[in-house]
């Protein structure tokens, strides 16, 4: 594996609970000293859900909060405006907790295809139904992150950014299931070789820098992920089967990692960090790969994000993956 693209060894996917954008930021950069994250915290409402922070980035493209979800419009209003002022809140927050850091921080923004299905357009249905939009909303997904991301390089300075694309609607997308506004349809499939273009489109933005895109949905198509210029895929580890071998060999043998979600995002009882990660280990000893190669290779995260967690479990949640990773370095095999 390159050097350059030795992420932490644990993190977390993004969403964290509460509206406290001071205390998740404390909570984050306490629990990763190596791999903080930039928090995401729903809970406040729209504009800070996944969907309307993205849409917040957007240039030249605006989105409005309609009963039925975010739906694009001519000029911004104040859901924009709230969304980036949410945003802005957030980077504060980070840029105060990360004072002389110099590692890896990650920031999160949904991608180019889980956008398109979950943003309407003015006739109510998906941009996902008109190929002319997808086209204009990647366009301006791709120039708003470029913007973001030199934002975040100039409120942490000393830090490596690391760019993860949300995409839990892919799988949906590439099969055609992605339901219309009547719900009585679906929109046609979109071609592999166009959604694999539009998302090295995206992710080729962050020149030079790692990009990992994360998906908590079944059948994650890790080979199309790596053909379109991931550097780690992020994935809930229970939801693997043994069909994605092949697909997960490939990907790590071609050097990309693995972000393995092993961690319940919603409050439960967690075993022994070992135990978290027991899967892991089964899975590398399945496929034939070097037991030593599994630090490098693998970053343990929560399964998906922590917003429907209570704050005292998402603390515990992140300090566990931390060990968990831990014992994965310490006792591969």
């Known amino acids: 594996m390159n050097a350059y693209f030795r992420f932490g060894s644990a993190t977390g996917i993004g969403s964290m609970p509460g509206g406290d954008a001071r205390e998740a930021a404390r909570t984050v950069t306490g629990s990763f000293e190596e791999f903080p994250f930039l928090a995401e915290l729903p809970a406040r409402g729209p ?21 039925s979800g975010w739906r694009l419009g001519d000029h911004p209003g104040r859901d ?8 802005r809140e957030d980077l504060d927050a980070l840029e105060e907790s990360t004072q002389g850091y110099d590692g890896q921080v990650k920031v999160q923004a949904v991608g180019p295809w ?12 998906a941009a996902l139904s008109d190929p002319g939009a997808c086209r204009d909303l990647a366009a301006s997904l791709a120039e708003g992150l470029r913007l973001h991301l030199a934002e975040v390089r100039r409120r942490v300075p000393g830090a490596q950014v690391v ?7 892919l799988t949906a997308v590439l099969r055609g299931h992605v339901r219309s506004a009547s719900g009585y349809r679906t929109y046609r499939a979109v071609d592999l070789q166009v959604v694999e273009a539009t998302l090295r489109e995206v992710a080729g933005v962050h020149e030079g820098g790692p ?10 198509p890790f080979a199309l992920l790596r053909r379109a210029g991931a550097d780690a895929v992020s994935f809930d580890f229970s939801l693997l089967t043994e069909r994605d071998d092949d697909a997960i060999g ?32 089964t899975l590398w000893r399945r496929l034939g790969l070097r037991p030593d190669l599994l630090a490098e290779a693998v970053t343990v995260t929560p399964a998906c994000g922590l917003a429907g967690a209570s704050p005292a479990y998402a603390r515990e949640a992140l300090a566990h993956c931390v060990r968990a990773a831990r014992s994965l370095a310490d006792n591969p095999e």
Not at 54 to 63: D, I, K, R, S
């Open 47 to 67: 504009g800070a859900d996944m969907i309307g922070r993205t849409a917040g980035m957007l240039v030249e493209l605006y989105a409005r909060v309609e009963p």
């Open 163 to 169: 760019l993860q694309l949300d995409e839990p609607s």
């Open 80 to 87: 924009t405006r709230r969304a980036r002022s949410w945003l």
């Open 211 to 220: 990009v990992v895109v994360h998906s908590c949905a079944p059948d994650v």
């Open 250 to 281: 490939e990907a790590v043998e071609a050097g990309t990692r693995l972000f393995a979600g092993v961690v319940p995002g919603t409050d439960t009882a967690l075993s022994d960090p070992a135990g978290s990660v027991m899967g892991v280990r």
């Open 114 to 125: 889980t956008l398109a299905a979950a943003l309407e357009l003015r006739n109510g249905e």
